[in-house]
């Protein structure tokens, strides 16, 4: 019998490769990822640059297709969906934050937010937007381009953006890599706050050993490989 949605992981990873071309040939940049991650969970995945962080991340979002292996998320197999059917998984229950905060320019912060909803035909797109910036502390910025933003109000913007829809998943790489270290930590706090609120997964890529340390779990990669931390149990956070 299947599980229930709410016990089923939210990550689920079977033999995933990715290669992809290039004119010295084949480079394989995942290889053999098995990983699973429960409901409800925060881990951090880190590793050297090149080690493949990014595109497991872009994986699990549906942004990269696997070139071998299952992809398990919010309890659908992502290899039935085309990109009409990823785009819609996204929008109700992925929230993804990216280092560079990835706004439209010539929307104002409140169109930005309200974007994934309206993808949706959801009818209450911009008041429930307006909620979500209120709650990252930016009602008085509601009318305000990212232009006129700065680097830490533009995050905040992108973490309202990902979780307004309140999403089974966040997915966060590099958040506070163009942020200074006051800004950047009170995002995190800001996220981590958003998170347990929703009780949402969280899976955050970092070169943050500090950061990395604030998740229940460091899954560590190199070379296309998890190297530790792939066990599908929880980790107490040290």
């Known amino acids: ?29 995942l290889r053999g990822i098995d990983l699973s991650v429960p409901s409800g969970d925060a881990v951090a995945v880190v590793g050297p640059s090149g080690s493949g962080k990014s595109t497991l991340l ?22 039935t969906l ?53 709650d990252v502390g930016l009602s008085h910025r509601e009318t305000h381009f990212p232009g006129q933003l700065s680097g830490g109000e533009q995050q905040r913007v992108a973490i309202a953006r990902a979780l307004a829809t309140k999403p089974a998943l ?7 890599g163009n942020l200074d270290l006051a800004t950047g930590a009170a995002v995190m ?12 997964t969280l899976l955050l890529i970092t070169h943050d050993s500090n950061l990395a340390k604030r998740c229940g779990r460091i899954v560590s990669l190199a070379d296309g490989r998890i190297v530790s931390g792939g066990a599908k149990r929880r980790v107490a956070a040290s």
Do not use: W, Y
């Open 1 to 29: 019998m299947d599980q229930p949605l709410k016990q089923r992981p939210a990550i689920e990873l079977e033999g995933v490769h990715v290669t992809l071309p290039s004119r010295a040939g084949a480079v394989a940049i």
């Open 58 to 79: 872009m994986v699990i979002a549906g942004l990269e297709r696997a070139t071998d292996g299952k992809v398990t998320v919010v309890g659908t197999d992502l290899g």
């Open 82 to 134: 085309d990109e009409d059917g990823l785009a819609r998984l996204r929008a109700a229950n992925i929230g993804i934050v990216f280092q560079s905060f990835h706004l439209v320019p010539t929307m104002t912060a409140i169109e930005n937010v309200a974007l994934p909803m309206e993808f949706l035909d959801q009818d209450d797109a911009f008041s429930v937007a307006r909620s979500a910036l209120a």
């Open 170 to 176: 966040i997915l966060a790489d590099e958040p506070t």
């Open 189 to 200: 706090d800001l996220l981590f706050t958003l998170k347990e609120r929703t009780a949402a």
